[in-house]
């Protein structure tokens, strides 16, 4: 059954469809479409920051049913500037691959980028700082913190990058956004981190709300522009952002800010209530796999995460019963595949644990990019798989029970 049909009307090959809605939570499913195919949702994004996937050939993507891949536009600042092709000389070269980013990818694929402002917040913190995405039980923030190597004014951040004086700002930020081409990119936001207090969280909300102004003014309207709700931790301000930005024109929107697991699902449920339904909602850095379950009984369309690439790197593997760490001893001599019944390249190739084991140790760098490729696979392969079986799930109506069967067994 159809709910919605709501075309944008900024190009007649993008728009967001609801198919079906859970009757239990906010969960929905939905097809996203780009001028570069469809994205079915709810669906994992994954992180190429560079415009590409380290280890893996363009041709693995596609056979990992990968459906959504986003990039960093502040790493792909200095090459996009660079490059002297125009698109249509580099849609010359290959019919397809007619944008910048699916020319780095080397590959036709739906493509999103982020604003470039998270990295720059980033430059803000000290090394001893490690206040990320989310602050871990772990890490212990310098109360002392100073944001001595950033400047924010109305225009945007100016900031100290590898020895020189830098700029980012909203309009520059479209412009940025707009060489590299994604289908999907979005509004530069002042990001915060847990650390800051309510006050300055408040003036983070207006000038997100002014800089969201500047974006879909100076936007490139064949790009779908998602907006960003911050707020922090602060009901108040989250519903204020979500209320102000929601109420824009923009063609889905994104939920930024940095928080601690718990915090997810709370949060979600003060901003998405304000957010319109027909539209889709992204969800940026957040993808463990509770963390999946909770985004989507929310209300989540898309979220992105480096979690199953940056895992794999390090032979760090899913599966249905939880972690599997093939470097351990205990794998030397395994000759099974990864996970029985999985489908990914790796394990219906039949390469063992052993094996990747041994190419993952490995200090060839050629054995061991080998090695990494078959974890990535598997990775990639089990996430996409996730959501694919979540789908399946929303579409026979018994999400609920798939997810606690799933969570169940994972955790066992
Ligand atoms: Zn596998």
């Avoid at 849609?91 to 998270?118: V, Y």
């Avoid at 490690?130 to 100073?146: E, I, L, Q, R």
């Avoid at 601690?260 to 699902?265: D, G, L, R």
């Amino acid at each position: 059954m159809i709910n919605t049909i709501k075309k944008t009307h900024h190009s007649s090959t993008a728009g967001f469809t609801i198919i079906k809605k859970d009757k239990q939570t906010r969960a929905r499913l939905g097809i996203l479409t780009t001028p570069h195919g469809i994205i079915k949702t709810p669906s994992y994004v994954f992180v190429g920051t560079y415009g590409k996937f380290l280890h893996l050939k363009p041709s693995d993507i596609p056979k990992t049913k990968s459906q959504l891949v986003i990039a960093n536009t502040f790493h792909l600042w200095d090459t996009v500037l660079q490059s002297n092709k125009s698109m249509r000389q580099l849609a010359e070269k290959n019919k397809k691959l007619d944008t910048f980013l699916t020319q780095k990818l080397g590959l036709n694929i739906p493509t999103m980028t982020d604003s470039g402002g998270f990295q720059v917040l980033s430059l803000a913190f000290g090394d001893k700082n490690k206040v990320g995405k989310f602050m871990t039980g772990d890490s212990k923030p310098d109360a002392s913190y100073k944001r001595s190597k950033i400047r924010i004014t109305q225009k945007g951040v100016h900031f100290n990058f590898k020895g020189e004086k830098s700029f980012l700002g909203p309009k520059l930020s479209m412009k940025l956004q707009s060489k590299i081409g994604a289908d999907i990119i979005f509004a530069f936001d002042q990001i915060t981190s847990p650390l800051d207090d309510y006050e300055y969280n408040r003036k983070a909300v207006e000038l997100t709300d002014k800089w969201a102004k500047i974006c879909l003014k100076t936007r490139d309207p064949k790009q779908m522009l998602f907006g960003i709700v911050q707020g922090g931790l602060f009901k108040d301000l989250r519903i204020k952002s979500a209320k102000s930005i929601g109420f824009m024109p923009f063609d889905g929107f994104g939920i930024g800010g940095s928080y601690t697991k718990k915090q997810i699902s709370k949060m979600l449920k003060w901003v998405v209530p304000y957010l319109p339904e027909e539209k889709p909602r992204h969800l940026l850095g957040v993808g463990k796999v509770a963390d999946v379950f909770e985004a989507i009984d929310n209300g989540i369309d898309t979220f992105d995460c480096v979690i199953p690439t940056r895992e794999a790197r390090h032979g760090r593997l899913y599966t249905k019963t939880g972690h599997m760490d093939i470097r351990r001893g205990a794998f030397s001599n395994d000759k099974k595949v990864i996970e029985k019944g999985c489908g990914c390249l790796t394990c219906s190739s039949k390469i063992s644990r052993s094996k990747i084991r041994a190419l993952i140790k490995n200090e060839d760098r050629e054995l061991n990019a080998k090695g990494q490729r078959w974890c990535l696979m598997h990775n990639m392969w089990f996430f996409n798989n996730l959501l694919n079986e979540i789908r399946a799930s929303l579409a026979r109506g018994s999400y609920q029970s798939y997810k606690t069967k799933f969570l169940k067994k994972f955790n066992s």
